[in-house]
């Protein structure tokens, strides 16, 4: 029989395990990209400008990413993609891609800016979603199975690998999925003039993305979960004289912890709608 202090030891190891899943999990195969891109990418949303009130189309364009949380169209975006949001109009719309790449833009209501933290949660109006698509000429097959995504409980790690998945350089159609790691947890770059508050908390991402990825998700390729959201890029010099600088291949997201305190203010149940449920909007 073991002995209690035996069996006390094994107590420890079974509570440290279950709250950090790379102690029992550090040889578990990820999760590959192609079928992230296929169950998560329905749960990106396109944040589309149209112009002042909603009618210029000719001013069209893809101000940032957003990604659905919940059962209740509610979405997570940067606050900085708001600022041309009007409420009550058109200006800005979340559109959800289907297979055929047609799409709307959606109404939505913005529930909290946090400016401070550069994080904001939003609502779709109107948001329903079903079995069978309501009638109309459009074949099912043509109808991308909507998706939510869950929030992680546990911190992110520095190397564990992820993906983004949003609208960089005016994507329009379809979303685009990235690849890369967590550099870092608590790095601090004088590169970068403007962090969101908590600078201590937040994520650097080794993925090279570009205008258009602020707010989207950035996805644990070992449990599938939102470890932050995209907020900004991490500039290097080109020419310093002149100013000019390039892509540095980071990027800046905000931390889970920081999502899920936004959820928890508006009781938004962290309970994802998954690919295997085969709803449509």
């Excluded at 990106?44 to 919940?70: C, K, M, R």
């Excluded at 599938?224 to 540095?248: D, E, F, K, R, T």
Aim: glycine share 8%; proline share 6%; aromatic share 6%.
């Amino acid at each position: 029989m073991p002995s209690v202090s035996r069996l006390r030891w094994l107590l420890a190891i079974m509570l440290l395990s279950s709250a950090n899943p790379w102690l029992c999990g550090k040889d578990r195969e990820p999760i590959s990209s192609i079928q992230i891109a296929k169950d998560d990418s329905s749960a990106v949303v396109q944040l589309t400008y149209w112009g002042e009130s909603g009618h210029h189309p000719d001013a069209f364009n893809v101000d940032g990413t957003g990604f659905l949380i919940g059962r209740e169209g509610y979405f997570i975006t940067a606050a900085h993609v708001l600022t041309r949001y009007k409420e009550g109009t058109a200006q800005l719309t979340a559109t959800i891609h289907q297979r055929d790449r047609s799409g709307s833009g959606m109404w939505f209501d913005v529930v909290e800016v946090d400016k401070e933290h550069d994080l904001a949660l939003c609502k779709i109006s109107g948001f329903s979603v079903m079995e069978e698509p309501k009638g109309g000429p459009r074949r099912r097959e043509s109808f991308r199975d909507v998706t939510s995504l869950a929030i992680s409980e546990n911190s992110a790690v520095a190397g564990e690998p992820i993906a983004i998945i949003g609208f960089p350089l005016g994507a329009v159609a379809s979303p685009v999925i990235q690849v890369g790691n967590i550099g870092a947890t608590d790095a601090m770059l004088d590169a970068v003039p403007i962090f969101p508050a908590g600078r201590r908390d937040l994520l650097i991402v080794s993925v090279s993305a570009n205008h258009g990825n602020s707010g989207c998700p950035v996805i644990s390729l070992l449990t599938g979960h939102v470890l932050g959201m995209i907020v900004q890029y991490v500039p290097a010099p080109l020419l310093p004289a002149a100013n000019i600088q390039q892509q540095s291949g980071l990027m800046v997201a905000v931390p889970a912890k920081w999502i899920s305190d936004m959820l928890t203010r508006h009781k938004v149940a962290n309970r994802p709608i998954e690919a295997k449920e085969h709803l449509v909007m």
